[in-house]
């Protein structure tokens, strides 16, 4: 077994440091450990050029426009059993870093679009993905925040395992962390933790567990969440309704007060609907795939392209100072 910990912290920071006792603790328990400073790394923000999703539209597979490390750190992923991700929290949020690995792990690494591509190819006679890229995975994630405005960072970091859609062990925050490594409570936690991701990639490994087919199957070891289908806790409220939508799963429904507790009730006959799952994903990605072959459509349209070429004369971008002469 193989555990993979990353850091998006400071070199030898809190984050690096509560990284490493977890592979510590899961070296232990006898897995193979590698650690990855991810600021080490060139990894760019996504450019919104839609390659990857078109590159899976017209089967010519996992495509990326940017050149920097991002597909080998892919990589890196795919072949660990098990991940566990750290990161610092700035803003109550993810850091801009894992906003970015977030988005770059979009439609090219979505399952519910390899799936359809696989399919794509298939029909054409031609072979398909490797098969790693559907098995399951077990990921972890901790926030590590110098004060207590943190509740926002649980929702960003299991965004990177929507797309794949890979099992969530634990996703939790420490609170005034400045000198976290000297809180034995926080530091044990965190070899908890990592015995956790150990014992659940080890469960994925003995049932040779696939993406497709886990749906039902939890690997979940957190505290209960609001919503009952992925434990989120963060919720848009319609105005002036009490309609919501669960900002992870993208479940609808409403919130309930049950036993002093707010709860989130939906209709499980649109639970099919969820994006961390596959049909979900599949839905979503047939949305992908029609709306890529309109617009690819779109720009042969001389209509598109006299507005486009209009609103392009009206003003000039000011160049950065960086490009200056």
């Known amino acids: 077994m193989k555990i993979l910990g990353i850091s998006l912290g400071t070199k030898n ?21 590698e650690f990855i400073h991810l600021l080490d790394w060139d990894i760019r923000y996504c450019s919104g050029c839609v390659a990857c999703s078109r590159g899976l539209v017209t089967g010519k597979g996992m495509v990326c426009s ?38 770059r792990m979009g439609p090219s690494h979505d399952t519910g679009m390899l799936i359809i591509h696989n399919q794509i190819m298939e029909k054409s006679g ?8 559907f098995r399951q995975k077990a990921i972890s994630f901790v926030g590590i925040g110098g004060s207590d405005w943190a509740v926002r960072v649980e929702t960003d970091h299991a965004m990177l ?18 000198d976290v490594i000297m ?12 015995r956790n991701l150990v014992e659940a990639a080890q469960y994925i490994i003995d049932s040779d567990m696939q993406i497709q087919g886990s749906e039902n199957i939890s690997l979940w ?38 036993d002093g507790a707010f709860r989130f009730q939906y209709d499980p006959s649109t639970e099919h609907h969820a ?16 709306n890529e072959s309109r617009m690819m459509d779109r720009l042969k349209d001389p209509e598109f392209k006299k507005r486009r070429e209009h609103y392009t004369a009206v003003c000039e971008p000011t160049p950065a100072p960086s490009m200056k002469k």
């Open 66 to 103: 940017r050149k920097d490390d991002y597909k080998a750190f892919y990589e890196k992923l795919v072949e660990a059993d098990g991940v566990l991700i750290v990161d610092p929290i700035y803003e109550s949020g993810g850091t801009g870093l894992f906003h970015s690995i977030t988005d």
């Open 275 to 290: 994006h961390d799952i596959v049909s979900g994903k599949l839905l979503h990605s047939d949305d992908i795939f029609k």
């Open 126 to 133: 031609k072979d398909g993905l490797d098969k790693k890229y």
């Open 161 to 178: 395992a929507m797309s794949p859609g890979w099992k969530i062990v634990n996703n939790e925050f420490f609170s005034w962390s400045k």
């Open 13 to 33: 920071g809190n984050n690096d440091t509560m990284c490493r006792i977890a592979l510590e603790t899961a070296q232990e328990m006898g897995a193979e450990i």
């Open 183 to 194: 809180q034995d409570d926080k530091v044990e936690r965190m070899r908890e933790i990592a």
């Open 221 to 258: 070891k957190g505290a209960k969440g609001a919503c009952p289908h992925c434990q989120g806790n963060n919720f848009y409220i319609y105005p002036g309704t009490t309609h919501c939508v669960c900002e992870l799963c993208g479940l609808e429904g409403t919130l309930v007060i049950e």
